[in-house]
């Protein structure tokens, strides 16, 4: 049997529609043409960026990272500059900024680079979504009370012993926190406040 | 028929070249493809089972997912997974994966690493049964009894159950608690 030389020829002998399996995955995927126009995005790439297909690349992204976006992709496109991992943020069809981590490389055929092929690698899970850069959120000193018990596992009657407060206001703190920290459960408002700092786990010291 | 097709250039080779770890694995659980940044994760396991790079805790469930992708039950695999590098060290990741046709038969399974986690996978407790530790994962994870309900394909019922039985093993009362016992030194009592 002919040993191949590249993983890319294994990938072909493999055989398999590997076009449409990309479509499905739940990675973030787009190519562009060497103009930087997108040209094809996957099933998850469009629910992040509707609409995009066929306009410019620096459409979708936010308005201070167009200049440099551009910049990059010219030197690029003219081989003088290498494909690097890097970070941007996208202008979401609400108006909203959506940070990503790209990895692209260019799109050959033969010898000729005549795109882009990138990937998206910020997708996360809801407790890793939250970046540690991120503000934290302003909590006040009783939802900052509140969130050191529910770290140390208390239910709401223990909360409400300890606090001196009715079960009823301890709810409603613990609603409030969830709130701030924008997490759907008491566990994963626990998990989030680790990530962002603001609760340490037994054993562990601040650094 | 992917927009794919129609795009100029050779995409399988770009595949190969990005720094998100992906792979192929044939209807027998083979690993028959990965990518350079695959091979950076885990080493070269082309020709070894899948199941060698998952944690041994989680095997059961990865090879649930992959039966039925085979199948034609189940489209994408949107999951954490333990994974087991060349020299045994473990890393955290998050993976999805699709089933790859040729045609309308399905030849396997294609997937790439959506996510890497950045601290090592928290430890295990040695008395759990499977099924805790898999529940006990997707609790670390901050997953809610529904979300672990769908993603290991079982009620909601016996979720709880399981639950319940995860926390009378780790001596604890909630599931916060069985979280921080699983990773602090609440475990070493």
Redesign the interface.
Known sequence: MAETT???E???E??????????????PMY?L?RKGRI??LNDSARALLPEATGKNFTDVLAPDQIHPAKRHFALRMLNREAFD?HETVLRTSDGGRHGVEI???????GHRI??V???M????????RHQEDAPAPALTARQHEVLRL??A?L?TRQMADQMGLSTETVRNHVRAVLAGLG??????A???AHRQGLLE????TAD | ?????A??????????????PAY?I?TTGVI?????AAKRLVGDVRGRQFTSVVAPEETRRAREHFARKIAGTE??T?A?VVLVDSEGGRVSA?I???????GHRC??V???V??V?DAPPEPVPPHLTPRQVEVLRL????R?TDQIAGELHLSAETVRNHVRHLLRALG??????A??AS????LMR
């Open positions: 590249n993983l890319s294994q990938l072909k493999l055989g398999g529609d590997v076009h449409a399996s990309l479509e499905e995955v739940s990675v190519v043409d040209r094809w991992d990895s692209s490389v260019p799109l050959r055929k005549v795109g092929f990138g990937v690698k910020s997708r996360r899970p809801a407790v890793d529910l770290g596992g239910n997490a759907r459960s008491r566990l994963e626990v998990l989030l786990w037994p054993g562990e | 028929m992917s927009g794919l097709d795009v100029r250039g050779d995409i399988r080779s770009g595949l190969e070249r990005v720094s998100v192929v044939d028959r493809w990965v990518n350079e489209k994408v949107d954490p998050e999805s994966s699709v089933p790859l046709f040729e030849i396997g294609f997937g790439q959506a996510d986690d609790l670390q994870r901050g809610s604890v009362h909630t599931r916060l608690e979280v921080a990773r602090g030194e609440l």
